[in-house]
């Protein structure tokens, strides 16, 4: 896969001044909520509306995300504002679900990347299909495990690939809720230099503070993109309520960021 300009070819189509922001909120949890935030996104640097439907939550006994009726919901979004749309599969149902309200982007979440078999049946079931898939880190420091996702992907002819680094799971409590370890990808990025790498502040960070430290480091590492999760009223979320930031944040970290690169 080494040097296969392709990987990249989905990307470069956004023609977009580098990065690529997905923005949006950690679950979906109502049409409204769904659609005020799309639309708050709108006149930002988002070019895609991220939502959670399916949930992986770590322990049950959570809001586990409200299943395929948000996939209307994102359908809607995307008629109102234009904005691409992405959400998390996990099995072969929910693409098939996903590709019938024409979701843009999949993306694959960290436990989901850990277990070979559901990565080859998700894959088997976008093969044939033109969707551009974005796979996440497995939970575990284990770039090998993260590598053979995206060449289940590859091999089954999805050449829109992308990867997203969201951090890694330690026992120690660390300042992160998943440690960086910022090698991991770029040890990535060594061995597949085409394939667009894009980071997930939330999910390392888990608070809002170090979003934009984290957002610098990666845009100094030449990341091609950056995936935020983003809702109106972050502290009431259904889900990962500390590390959402509001879309009006999110303008201003983007703008923030920008600065900082033409001073750089
Ligand atoms: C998410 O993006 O909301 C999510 C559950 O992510 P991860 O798979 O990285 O934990
Ligand atoms: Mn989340």
Redesign the pocket.
Known sequence: MENKKELRSWLDAFGLNHPLVIAGP??AETEEQLLKIAHQLKDTDTSVL?S?IW??RTRPGNFEGVGALGLKWLQRAKEETGLLTTT?VANANHVDLALKHDVDIL?I????TVSPFIVQEIADAVKGTDKIVLV?NP?NPDLALWLGAVERFYTAGITKLGV?H?GFSTYEKTRYRNNPEWQIPIDLQNTFPDLPLIL?P??IAGKRDIIFDLCQTALDLNYDGL?V?THFDPDNAW??AKQQITPLALEKMTVDLKIRKVEG
Do not use: L
């Open positions: 950690c679950s991220r959670g949930k992986p998390e993306w979440g960290a436990r989901t996440k939970v997203i969201r997930d939330s999910h995936m999760e889900s990962d």
